[in-house]
């Protein structure tokens, strides 16, 4: 069954996609996709290029598999990344 997202979502799958330390089970958790699913849905939304370089870079990666990472990282977000309140950036 393939799944609709909104624009929004494709945008914020894609970012999170991209992004070194979230991993696939936060994908996974937020938006109900799985890996697999996450790879195809990069495939289909970028240019093979990129799609192959992104590939690249999260293969076998620690950060992007839960089970790889060591078990004091209980997080999904990097510490430096700010904190965000409803649609707007808190400020510091």
């Not at 945008?11 to 996709?33: C, L, V, Y």
């Not at 620690?62 to 510490?79: G, I, N, Q, Y």
Request: aromatic fraction near 8%; avoid cysteine; glycine fraction near 4%.
């Amino acid at each position: 069954m393939k799944k609709e997202f909104t624009e929004r979502d494709l945008d914020r799958i894609i970012e999170m996609a991209w992004e070194d330390r979230t991993p696939f089970e936060a994908i996974s958790f937020q938006f109900g996709i799985s890996e697999q699913e996450t790879i195809e849905l990069m495939r289909r939304q970028m240019k093979p290029s990129s799609f192959k370089m992104w590939r690249k870079r999260v293969q076998g990666r620690a950060t992007k598999h839960a089970k790889l990472r060591p078990e004091t990282t209980d997080r999904f977000k990097s510490s430096r990344q700010r904190n965000i309140s409803g649609n707007k950036i808190s400020k510091r």
